[in-house]
């Protein structure tokens, strides 16, 4: 649908299920915000896209009736995002000024106050997604600015995260949440270094997490299921898998510049991953993937990731096309771990070879069957007549 055709179809409608389906597919309503006399009341202040380039706002005209509007930002460009968020929290705050309900400081400073702790764009990104969803909620319940925080709210927070449904019909877990009311309570911290609240609410506020099962560690036969399955997928899955399969790095870290693999030395290197440019680090290139890199010669990257990366390999593919939901992505940095335990690889060597620079943590990935223990089953153990089992 072209630009002037999108137009056409941004009609005021009191009844939703009417408009053309494009528009349930690529809008978002965060909550309302009534009751002004203004001639721009804004459904909630989110932004949202679904097959249209643009970011896309829903509000309510002065008359009740619901009103669809395109930004005009493009929703693949960071400069797009920038712009469409800065729309919306103007939007936002021009409305709930009208109502007296805004003081100057508002939540619009939060961005900013956030920015020095981005270490990484996919940090940045993944920060603000979080914080949209806060400010969806204070908005949604007449929070609009940090003198209105009480400990109550993180309560509301909680169940008003992990009953409200998705468009995917689940509902967030518990531990989600309670990330979110973290960055919340830094959030709020900052407001007290702005002096716009005397002290921190949440501050005191501890939730126990829920227990979270450990990621295994792949079999052979689920390694060969896999990668028959996608022979058909896009390139980046294919070359994602065998990378993190051979190397045990992260997701985003399969994403290397072709110029960070020094084919005559036989390194990779990987210039920003966890922790960002300063926890860069250089291995020795698997023998298992060189064919794969020197197919790869004249890219920029051996893969471009997508955005949605980790919920499309591990939901759609894993989860609901090969049914093996007990699988992430992430479970091929276990695999790479365990297997180089089982061949005793020296602990320092391992580590080196993943970037782990903390041994529990390290640890933590190792997963022992027990067929590995088997051969291990009567070691130290003290029989009865002091002689050795038959």
């Excluded at 993937?289 to 990366?309: F, H, Q």
Aim: charge should be positive.
């Amino acid at each position: 649908m072209g630009k002037s055709c999108q137009q056409n179809h941004l009609s005021k409608n009191k009844n939703t299920s009417t408009l053309p389906n494009p528009f349930l597919d690529c809008l978002w309503v965060v909550g309302e915000v009534g009751g002004y006399d203004s001639d721009f009341h804004h459904v909630g202040s989110g932004l949202h896209h679904d097959g249209w380039k643009d970011f896309w706002l829903k509000y309510r005209d002065n008359k009740g009736d619901i009103v669809f509007r395109t930004t005009g930002f493009r929703h693949d460009t960071e400069d797009g995002r920038k712009k469409a968020n800065e729309l919306k929290h103007a939007i936002a705050l021009k409305e709930l000024s009208r109502g007296g309900q805004v003081q100057t400081e508002g939540w619009v400073w939060v961005q900013k106050a956030l920015s020095p702790s981005f270490r990484t764009e996919a940090s940045k990104q993944r920060t603000l997604g979080r914080w949209d969803i806060i400010e969806s909620f204070l908005l949604e319940k007449g929070i609009h600015r940090p003198s209105e925080v009480t400990p109550e709210t993180t309560s509301d927070y909680m169940e008003w995260r992990t009953t409200k449904k998705r468009r995917s019909g689940k509902t967030t877990a518990r531990n989600t949440a309670i990330y979110e009311v973290g960055l919340f309570k830094r959030i709020m911290d900052y407001a007290v270094e702005r002096k716009y609240v005397q002290t921190n609410p949440l501050g005191k506020i501890r939730l126990v997490k829920s227990p979270t099962k450990p990621k295994p560690a792949l079999t052979d036969s689920e390694i060969s299921t896999i990668r028959l399955a996608l022979g058909g997928k896009p390139d980046w899955m294919k070359v994602a898998f065998e990378i993190a399969l051979a190397t045990g790095c992260r997701l985003r870290e399969t994403s290397i510049p072709l110029d960070c693999i020094n084919f005559d030395q036989g390194t990779i290197t990987f210039p920003s991953p966890k922790g960002g440019p300063e926890k860069a680090f250089t291995i020795p290139m698997p023998t298992a993937i060189r064919g794969l890199l020197e197919s790869l010669k004249g890219r920029r990257t051996t893969c471009d990731i997508p955005r949605m990366a980790s919920k499309q390999f591990g939901r759609d593919f894993l989860h609901r096309e090969l049914g093996m939901s007990h699988l992430c992505f992430h479970c091929l940095r276990v695999t790479k771990i365990t297997r180089m335990m089982l061949e005793r690889v020296p602990l320092s060597m391992a580590m080196r070879l993943v970037n782990h620079s903390n041994e529990l943590i390290h640890r933590i990935y190792q997963r022992h069957s027990v067929d590995d223990l088997i051969q291990y089953r009567d070691s130290g153990a003290v029989y009865a007549n002091q002689g050795s089992p038959r």
